[in-house]
């Protein structure tokens, strides 16, 4: 069974919480690039930010189930690999811009 592409959030909460990611974006995010099942997002490694990206992969486990979200930390950045089916690319693509 596939998981629908569809975010659970009302129009207000989709607009918050892609304010919400955009700003995290401008402060803390590297570098993007395209993964052959997604996006892979680079950002800058201090405790406030890993805070912030696993607050962020928490929430959007809850309204976009259709997302596979992994945060990896490594030494001197946090890596977050966003991947989905291939219907889901816009939607991933907007995350974080």
């Known amino acids: ?5 569809a975010c659970t959030l009302s129009t207000d909460q989709y607009a ?4 919400d990611l955009r700003a995290l974006a ?5 570098s993007r690039e395209r993964t052959e099942n997604g996006e892979r997002l680079t ?3 201090s405790d406030e930010i890993e ?3 696993d607050a962020a992969v928490a929430a959007e486990a809850m309204c976009c189930s259709f997302l596979r979200m992994h945060l990896q ?3 001197d950045r946090l890596v977050l690999d ?11 693509a907007e995350l974080f811009a």
């Open 51 to 53: 805070r912030a990206l």
């Open 26 to 30: 401008d402060r803390a995010l590297r």
């Open 73 to 75: 930390r490594r030494e």
């Open 1 to 5: 069974m596939n998981t629908p592409i």
């Open 82 to 92: 966003i991947a989905g089916p291939e219907e889901a690319r816009p939607i991933i």
């Open 43 to 45: 950002f800058e490694r």
């Open 16 to 19: 918050d919480r892609t304010a």
